[in-house]
């Protein structure tokens, strides 16, 4: 068999196994269009193969005009696929050069077939033979070129001109390697079919090979198509790693959830629906088909804690804030539960919340832990309240002494007026306005006192510490004047409110103050000063109260205990006060913390946050009575 | 304060309610009333030769009560004190009585008490500045007395016989007659009884020589 019919057999059927190969692969993926488009050329590019070599074989004019006139066929599939592939593929290529080749190449395609025999030929006159390469004997057509014909070669030219462009842009694009294969290819292909002209023109003395210049593109093509299915499948490998891995995360997590207890869900704010796992809807006591939306989950909030958790819910909605809330579930079945729960919320395109995302979890057992806690605090808050009242007691009978023996003398000094007979009626209404001052003072004592002693629940007021600061200074005037200590106050003006209890924070103040005083007692009397100031810090959180002596300091050893319970330097001390102090301003969200001066003596102070909200509430707790204010150190 | 003929209450303390309620009901029963709200302030105005006495608040800041009590002793000051105190403090009450207070009473205090307390403390008043008067008297007419007068005194008011004096002096009786009708006469007595009763108030005499 001559090698010309097996080479160009080869390359025929090349082509169309690489046709068959990617139409399976556009089947099974119809929206990529390249593939077909390859397809289309590969087939073509056969089709050019079998007609040349029928060409190449044929020995009659007609057979030989008939094959000229046909091979335009493939000729117009080839180009416009070309043309189509590098625009879908290489995403390059003008578009205006890309509909002129079509338009072109289709007037060529009907030239072709008006004009007689082709748009190649005005006539062939005969068949001359050419002896080639290993004797192989090959036909060439020799006749008249037709006018027609340059169209063609313009659509050949126009070809070679977006390749080079495309080719260009690629490159430019870095996508080299690409650009480099697929648009070199086609540039040299379409560089390589020049030689159809000349060999009409009689230029070149060799057969057509235009089959070579087409599979060299088609190869070139599936060169990268198939890296392209490669690298597709490399990735296709690694997804299918991932989603492994992925799914097992989220096994991880739901069990890592299950242990932790969490209940996670997720809320499609624009359609109101949550999704919520088992596990929360157990958190919750929901039934497991049960539909759930907003409006069910704000009824299982408590109502006493509702306002507060939808005021954050709004927050986070509005801002974008992580959404962290405590709150009391109540379940169908009356039972209460503390939740504690988090979450953030996703915004769409328009700024608007779309979805929240979050979790969780059952805090009850941590809660009652709490809620023992401060029981618990609050019973050794009022002991240490009791003792303290206990070793105050002098002071506080003299607090009440003082108003009752002006009262007596008063009323006393009255009836001895009144029996003298000539009663002077100013001079009795001052003695009765006095009367009636003091025993307002006596009976502020007496709240105060009875305040100080109550056993009650833990108050959250809206307070100003400077007048915590006088209040305790009233409790324990005379006890410092007997101690002969002299007390210097600089209350910073304007400080914010803080949340606390009145009573609890009075009691860390006076407990510093007298552990002050105490540190004070080795000193000379002129020596016993003790400044007490208040403060914001510098970041403007939170108020600050410093208790600062001039006494003995605090050594380093005991530096590291005495907010220890049961720690005490005194002989008489149960070494709870400070530790109660600590306990107090911990509660309170604070810290209470201890530091020698660089002169003398030691200073104690501690913080409590700024008031969050704006909103200032009155004070039920603590009315401010004018005497309480009176006199002052 | 400059000095005035009648008695006057001095009230110091340093509440001022208790203050005008006591300075009021001393004043309604009759008393001249000197208020003040500080020891120092007392201090500043106090006038040795003041007639009447002293009503203190014990616990006061800067100089208490106990203190000014004392700087008064020093002074040799004669005015009787009332403490009055807010807290029954046995120890500060049997410090201050043992620095001679006059009275020691607990607030609130009873007018009766008070005035009582008062009125037993301006007759002390009176009493020592007329011991102190006195006192000052036979002490002059003492000075008037020669060396040789003074000795005789001593042996008379000792119960010597005028012959026993003579033995002991070296001198003859005669003379010692002499020296004690100066001595009588110096002293303004008029017996040897009285004389004794001057002199023991000066803490001559009352020993057996």
Redesign the interface.
């Known amino acids: 068999m001559s090698w010309i019919t097996i080479v160009w057999s080869m390359n025929a059927a090349a082509c169309l196994t690489l046709a068959a190969i990617y139409l399976v692969v556009w089947c099974k993926q119809r929206d990529d269009w390249v593939h077909l488009l390859f397809s289309c050329s590969a087939v073509a590019a056969a089709a050019v193969a079998g007609f040349e070599l029928a060409m190449l074989r044929t020995d009659t004019v007609g057979q030989y005009e008939a094959l000229v006139r046909w091979i335009h066929v493939p000729v117009w599939v080839l180009t416009v696929c070309f043309v189509a592939f590098v625009r879908r593929y290489l995403h390059a290529g003008r578009t205006w050069l890309a509909w002129s080749i079509y338009g072109l190449r289709t007037v060529v395609l009907i030239l072709n077939f008006v004009l007689t025999p082709n748009i190649n030929f005005l006539a062939i006159t005969k068949i001359r033979h050419l002896s080639w390469w290993g004797g192989e004997i090959v036909s060439l057509p020799i006749g008249m070129p037709n006018p027609w014909g340059m169209l063609s070669l313009a659509s050949l030219l126009l070809l070679l001109i977006f390749c080079i462009d495309a080719t260009v842009t690629v490159w430019r694009r870095g996508d080299r390697r690409r650009g480099l294969i697929v648009g070199g290819g086609m540039i040299f292909g379409t560089i390589v079919a020049w030689h159809v002209p000349l060999v009409i023109w009689g230029v070149l003395n060799v057969p057509f090979f235009l089959c070579f210049a087409y599979s060299g593109i088609v190869l070139a093509m599936s060169y990268e198509l198939s890296n392209d299915m490669l690298q597709t499948a490399h990735l296709a490998r690694q997804l299918e790693a991932s989603e492994t891995d992925l799914r097992e995360m989220k096994q991880r997590m739901e069990l890592a959830a299950s242990a932790a207890e969490l209940g996670m869900w997720m809320w499609d704010i624009v359609r109101d629906e949550i999704w919520i796992t088992d596990k929360g809807r157990a958190l919750f006591g929901l039934a497991p088909s049960e539909k759930v939306d907003f409006n069910r989950f704000r009824n299982i909030l408590h109502p006493e804690d509702r306002e507060s958790v939808l005021q954050i819910l709004e927050n986070s909605l509005r801002t974008g804030a992580e959404y962290r809330a405590e709150y009391r579930a109540v379940l169908p079945n009356g039972q209460i539960r503390w939740i504690a729960g988090q979450g953030h919320v996703e915004f769409g395109g328009d700024g608007q919340p779309v979805r929240m995302r979050g979790c969780s979890l059952d805090i009850t057992r941590r809660k009652q832990a709490e809620l023992e806690a401060a029981h618990q605090r609050k019973d050794l808050a009022h002991l240490s309240r009791v003792t303290t009242a206990g070793e105050l007691s ?1 002071s506080i ?2 607090e009440l ?10 009323a ?2 009255a ?3 009144l029996a ?1 007979g000539d009663a002077d009626i100013a ?1 009795l209404r001052q ?1 009765l306005n ?1 009367i009636v ?2 025993d307002k003072r006596a009976s502020e004592v007496i709240r105060r006192l009875r305040l100080w002693l109550k056993k009650g629940e833990v108050q959250q007021h809206s307070l100003r510490i400077n007048k915590v600061v006088r209040d305790v200074m009233n409790l324990i005037r ?1 006890d410092l ?2 101690q ?1 200590v002299t007390v210097e106050c600089k209350l910073a003006r304007n400080l914010p409110m803080v949340t606390g209890d009145p009573v609890q924070l009075q009691q860390v103040i006076l407990n510093l103050v007298l552990n002050a005083c105490d540190a004070m007692t080795g000193c000379n009397t002129s020596e016993r000063r003790l400044l007490i100031r208040t403060g914001i810090k510098n970041d403007g959180g939170s108020v600050i109260v410093s208790v600062t002596d001039q006494g003995t300091g605090i050594t380093e050893e005991k530096m590291e205990n005495i907010f220890e319970p049961f720690f005490t330097t005194k002989p008489k001390g149960m070494g709870l006060g400070l530790s109660v102090c600590r306990s107090i301003i911990t509660a309170h969200r604070g810290k209470l913390c201890a530091t020698n001066n660089t002169d003398r003596g030691a200073t104690f102070y501690f913080s409590v946050p700024v008031e969050v909200s704006p909103v200032a509430t009155p004070l039920p707790a603590t009315p401010k009575v004018a005497a309480a204010t009176e ?1 002052g150190l | 304060m400059i000095a005035v003929p009648k008695s006057t209450v001095f009230v110091v303390d340093d ?1 001022a ?2 203050r ?3 300075s ?2 001393l ?3 009759g008393f001249v009333v000197a208020a003040f709200a500080s020891a120092e302030e007392f201090l500043a105005q106090y006038n040795p030769q003041s007639l009447g006495c002293l009503v203190l608040d014990l ?3 800067t100089l208490n009560g106990l203190e000014l009590q004392r700087i008064l002793a020093k002074t040799g000051s004669l005015l009787p004190i009332i403490f ?1 105190t ?2 029954g ?1 046995i120890p500060k009450s049997v410090q201050a009585m043992k620095q001679g207070a006059s009275d020691f009473l ?6 009766e008490d ?1 005035l009582a307390a008062v009125r037993v403390a301006i007759e002390k008043n009176r009493a020592l500045r007329r011991d102190h008067a006195e006192l000052s008297e036979i002490r002059a007419r003492l000075a008037t007395l020669t060396p040789r007068e003074r000795e005789v005194l001593e042996y008379v008011v000792a119960g010597k016989l005028n012959k026993q004096i003579a033995d002991e002096l070296g001198t003859v009786e005669q003379t010692v007659k002499v020296h004690r009708a100066h001595v009588m006469q110096k002293m303004k007595v008029h017996s040897v009884a009285e004389l004794v009763a001057l002199t023991q108030r000066c803490g001559i005499g009352g020993s057996s020589r």
């Not at chain 2, 607990?106 to 007018?111: C, E, G, M, R, Y």
Request: glycine residues 6%; negative net charge.
């Open positions: 002098g009978a003299h002494t003082q108003p009752l023996s002006a009262i007596l003398s008063n006393q000094a009836q001895r007026v003298s001079e003695i006095e001052s003091e005379s004047i007997n002969k006199g | 509440y309610p208790v005008r309620a006591t009021r009901l004043h309604a029963a616990a006061m800041p009055l807010g807290e403090d607990t607030k609130p205090v009873n007018d008070l």
